[in-house]
Nanobody, 125 residues
Framework: VQLQASGGGSVQPGDSRRLACKAS???????IAWFRQAPGKGREGVAC????????HFSDSVKTRFIILRHSARNTIYLQMKDLKPDDAGVYYC????????????????????WGQGTLVTVSS
């Protein structure tokens, strides 16, 4: 599976933004996750979708503000973000794995074997 992330850009605090992760190849039954990496920091998992049952999980820092939407016909997963804060800034990556199941456990990079190239979100006034 190849993934392509898009939708990043420059926003102001409080704005909304939607990121897209388009997959080439089937992701049916895969876990699809969104990670982000702020400058000088490690990669943080923020959201995850189990495509098999539709269950989603989010990190505490985003769970009241981000949702994941899946458009099956487009083979695209969206990360809808609202009320963006400066701490949300960074490069956002989508990742996929056929064997992983999203749960309350923190997301780990090593559990995902397919990665998109990243899309940059900046949040500043």
């Amino acid at each position: 599976v190849q993934l392509q992330a898009s939708g990043g850009g420059s926003v102001q605090p409080g704005d909304s933004r939607r990121l897209a992760c388009k997959a080439s190849g089937s992701t049916l039954g895969h876990a699809i996750a969104w990670f982000r990496q702020a400058p000088g920091k490690g990669r943080e998992g923020v959201a995850c979708l189990n495509t098999g049952d539709g269950r989603t999980h989010f990190s505490d820092s985003v769970k009241t503000r981000f949702i994941i939407l899946r458009h099956s016909a487009r083979n695209t997963i969206y990360l809808q973000m609202k009320d963006l804060k400066p701490d949300d800034a960074g490069v956002y990556y989508c990742a996929s794995d056929p064997d992983y199941y999203c749960s309350e456990e923190p997301l780990r990079e090593e559990d995902f074997h397919s990665w998109g190239q990243g899309t940059l979100v900046t949040v500043s006034s």
